[in-house]
């Protein structure tokens, strides 16, 4: 896409048509999309300023472009600042820059300067008072990332950095033949053509270099000029916009004159700079967007599928656990076997395994903070998790390995899809399935906020019959809010053990160790109701307190890692 500081001065001119017409809307469809609506009697154009790191530009548009149901803060900025003002001037700042600044004022009013640099991944769209102060920006860069200028509300406006070259539109030829007399022997025409003038991108220097056909502008540097004057002049005599189109018929680019870069049978003409900006930033930018959503998606399923597998390693160690149940229901009563003989605060014990055929003598770990009767107990215990662990786990193995299938066929389709409704089907199709969490259409207004200590998540709230308070989110969203932002340290955090299910948060007014055992129950159950094992006869559900919850760096909603926890086996059938 095509946007260089010769198209913008094409806009410019057309910017002209709309001074002193009234600001009637503004709309910000996206984070780098602002819309300007102008009307005047009998007239209203829409004007797109795009700050897109691919796509930047500025021009008029007949499309509408949907809007988010809550307006961004920017957006709601410009409206206080600029709905109700008139357009007093558009001008192209610096020696022939990408940077557009248009000046509005309402009566009694002092003026507003909207900026719009459109400079790659750098360009950003403006806000500035009267002062030349920053009221708001598209993009507030810190001096972290920039730091010859913040672009910060407060902050004095400071204009991107520009060099000292000369301005291709003030340039006479007697100059042009000057300097081309000092350019060194075998300097390539569009790399001295990017040195020395402003504005100067590499699109308009390779279209000079084929025009002239020479190679460096010493070779001949008239043929250079007339090339040269045959593109700039067009800022006086006008322009000839075309839309250039790809080898399908598609849009992928336009420009302010025919090229010579690309064959004249897939240019077509516009009657203005503004229709092919139009036609070719919208079919461009549709790509785009869909190359964005295919990626999300893309990014989203290998991630789910990735810590499947991962998961699955976990049930398999589980199952491998459970295969040792045997083994420590065994060491139990080996120990209850050797009762008074076993000294308290031992760390081991050696006795004959009597179930050992051989009778080989066994060494039996222990814990020395526990009696010889707790030890016995830890072991029937450990046996009988892992027994139980590894029911649950092999059925939860066989689940996660019918949903890898599902995101590996998922993967396959996505590469073969075309268009955003394709993709957005694969998606449906997953959230159906229970795989993926539905997408958050509306974000919770401020109004929603306070009345809703929950910010607008789904999160059901129960209150037990001696009073305890107990949450469980409704998805991946909701449990990361009541998880990482609700939830206090002291709380009582509740999931089912390896298997995907609602967090539940046990309030208990800094008093843990006050909760009893029923109400753990309790809670457990109404999370292994919102689990892959509610169907499950018997559910093992960890709980441990908050503090000992933590969100890895860059998971995904709801995923979270946790320690110190113990684990309690519900029923789901039985009612709370």
């Not at 700039?232 to 598609?250: D, L, M, N, W, Y």
């Not at 999300?296 to 599928?305: G, H, P, T, V």
């Not at 159906?432 to 809703?452: I, T």
Request: charged share 30%; net charge neutral; proline share 6%.
């Amino acid at each position: 896409m095509i946007f260089d500081a010769l198209t913008l001065y094409a806009v410019v001119e057309e910017l002209k048509a709309v001074e002193g017409h009234l600001v009637s809307d503004v709309y910000q469809p996206t984070e780098t999309e602002v819309v300007l609506h102008f009307r005047a009697a009998g007239s209203h154009r829409m004007f797109l300023l795009s700050a897109h790191p691919q796509l930047a530009r500025a021009h008029f548009t007949e499309r509408k472009i949907p809007n988010p149901a809550v307006p961004p803060n920017f957006c709601m900025l410009l409206r206080k600042h600029l709905e109700g003002t008139r357009l007093e001037g558009a001008v192209q700042e610096g020696p022939f820059d990408r940077i557009l600044s248009l000046t509005f004022a309402r009566r009694n009013d002092f003026p507003r300067r909207l900026v719009a640099e459109m400079m790659g991944r750098h360009s950003n769209i403006i806000l500035l008072d009267d002062e030349e102060k920053i009221l708001g920006a598209a993009k507030n860069i810190t001096h972290r990332i920039n730091r010859y200028r913040e672009v910060l509300p407060g902050r004095a406006y400071v204009r991107p950095p520009g060099g000292d070259k000369a301005n291709p539109l003030q340039v006479s030829q007697a100059e042009f033949l000057r300097w081309a007399e000092k350019v060194p022997a075998g300097t390539p025409l569009a790399r001295w053509l990017m040195d020395t003038f402003n504005g100067m991108g590499t699109f308009i220097a390779r279209e000079i270099a084929v025009r002239s056909g020479a190679e460096n502008v010493r070779s001949d540097p008239a043929g250079c000029w007339e090339a040269f004057w045959s593109v700039f002049r067009a800022a006086r005599q006008g322009f000839e916009p075309v839309v250039i189109e790809g080898e399908e018929g598609r849009s992928v680019s336009c420009w302010v004159l025919p090229s010579v870069q690309h064959p004249a049978q897939r240019q077509r003409r516009t009657e203005t700079a503004s229709q092919a900006l139009d036609e070719a930033g919208w079919e461009v930018s549709h790509r785009v967007r869909t190359g964005q959503i295919r990626q999300e998606l893309a990014s989203e399923i290998a991630e789910e599928a990735g810590w499947r597998e991962q998961n699955s390693r976990q049930l398999e160690h589980a199952i491998e656990e459970g295969n040792r149940a045997e083994s420590y229901r065994q060491m139990g009563d080996l120990v209850l076997a050797g009762l008074g003989r076993i000294e308290r605060g031992a760390a081991s014990w050696k006795t004959m395994n009597y179930y050992d055929p051989e009778m080989a003598e066994v060494t039996i770990e222990l814990d020395p903070k526990l009696g010889p009767k707790e030890n016995a107990q830890r072991y029937f215990d450990r046996a009988r998790k892992a027994r139980e662990g590894a029911l649950v786990a092999a059925e939860r193995l066989v689940k996660n390995k019918e949903e890898t299938a599902l995101f590996q066929e998922a993967a396959r389709s996505l590469e073969a899809a075309e268009g955003d409704e394709a993709i957005r089907q694969i998606r449906r199709r997953l959230v159906e399935a229970g795989l993926l969490p539905p997408q958050e259409e509306r974000l919770p207004s401020r109004k929603m906020k306070e009345k809703d200590p929950f910010a607008g998540h789904k999160i059901r709230q129960f209150t037990t019959a001696d009073g305890w308070e107990i949450l469980v989110g409704e998805n991946n969203q909701a449990n990361d809010f009541l998880t990482t932002k609700y939830a206090a340290p002291d709380d009582l955090w509740l999931h089912v053990r390896m298997a995907p299910s609602a967090h539940g948060i046990i309030r208990t007014q800094k008093r843990p160790d006050a909760i009893p055992p029923h109400v753990i129950e309790e809670a457990a159950r109404l999370v292994a109701r919102h689990s892959d094992s509610k169907h499950a006869a018997l559910v093992p559900v960890d709980y441990a307190l908050r503090r000992f919850v933590r969100k890895p760096k860059g998971s995904p909603p709801g995923k979270v890692i946790y320690q110190n926890e113990k684990t309690v086996f519900v029923e789901t059938a039985l009612n709370p």
